[in-house]
């Protein structure tokens, strides 16, 4: 990846579904889908795995974050039926669900460190998008929710649900999960799923305040630390059986829409 004199990375295809731009060591990719909530499309994952593919070994620090007024209203369930009505066997269910893991896997080992910036909703593959940074800074009108069972799917979206339990512990998770319910943002704190909350004017100078420091610090400490803590983080997640993830909703939107069929 080569940067234009304007900051903005260059791609062998600009994205369509993202902004981004390269400021030095810091690469800001923001989710640019404001008028359908940045809801995660196909494109969007496709979009994201190339951009954290191709991503500029110089870059120390990536800021993810949504434009508009909710960081991300979760996956766009509209592609899930289409999927079905070109192969009912949920094929390209299962091929979206891998995408998704291999992206929040890519935020996740990152040479850089994450930095996640959320305001207003951050909704089921929103959540893990925002769980998978190593930080994250939330609005204080931010807000986190998995409404996976009352729409019939289960919470299996990019590892979601190892790193939840392992950030907020299992009895909580669990209470969350089958609830549905929204954790507001002092609770996200609370939880550790968010790590500070601001007004939603001062959500650009939380990030900067981490990412001076970062940059402070010699690079190969960074990299090498940051390594160590994701390794002891993945040791405590021993029966990490989320590589299912993919599997597990494909089966259950295929067997619900062949009964449907048979209706």
């Given at each position: 990846m080569t940067i234009l004199p304007t900051g903005i990375p260059a791609f062998r295809t600009m994205p369509k579904t993202l902004r981004c731009v390269q400021q030095g060591p810091v690469l800001h990719v923001e989710l640019n889908r404001p008028d359908e909530g940045n809801a995660v499309t196909d494109d969007v994952l496709d979009e994201l795995h190339e951009v954290l593919r191709t991503q500029d070994p110089s870059v120390r620090v990536l800021v993810l974050?949504?434009?508009?007024?909710?960081?991300?209203?979760?996956?766009?369930?509209?592609?899930?039926?289409?999927?079905?009505?070109?192969?009912?066997?949920?094929?390209?269910?299962?091929?979206?669900?891998?995408?998704?893991?291999?992206?929040?896997?890519?935020?996740?080992?990152?040479?850089?460190?994450?930095?996640?910036?959320?305001?207003?909703?951050?909704?089921?593959?929103?959540?893990?998008?925002?769980?998978?940074?190593?930080?994250?800074?939330?609005?204080?009108?931010?807000?986190?929710?998995?409404?996976?069972?009352?729409?019939?799917?289960?919470?299996?979206?990019?590892?979601?649900?190892?790193?939840?339990?392992?950030?907020?512990?299992?009895?909580?998770?669990?209470?969350?999960?089958?609830?549905g319910r929204a954790v507001e943002a002092r609770e996200a704190f609370d939880l550790s799923i968010l790590q500070r909350i601001v007004p939603a004017g001062e959500l650009d100078e939380a990030v900067a305040a981490w990412v001076r420091p970062v940059l402070r610090r010699p690079a190969a400490a960074v990299r090498v630390t940051r390594t160590l803590l994701q390794a002891y983080g993945s040791a405590a997640r021993q029966g990490d059986l989320s590589f299912l993830d993919a599997e597990l909703m494909s089966g259950v939107l295929s067997q619900a829409h062949l009964a449907a069929r048979e209706r």
């Open positions: 974050s949504g434009a508009g007024e909710d960081f991300c209203l979760g996956g766009d369930r509209s592609e899930f039926g289409d999927h079905l009505a070109h192969d009912s066997s949920g094929a390209g269910i299962r091929a979206s669900g891998v995408r998704a893991r291999q992206v929040c896997d890519a935020l996740s080992n990152n040479p850089a460190v994450t930095v996640a910036r959320v305001q207003g909703r951050a909704v089921g593959a929103g959540f893990a998008l925002a769980l998978a940074c190593d930080l994250r800074v939330g609005a204080e009108n931010a807000s986190f929710r998995l409404p996976e069972l009352a729409l019939g799917l289960p919470v299996a979206w990019g590892g979601l649900l190892p790193r939840l339990i392992n950030e907020v512990g299992p009895a909580r998770v669990r209470e969350i999960v089958l609830s």
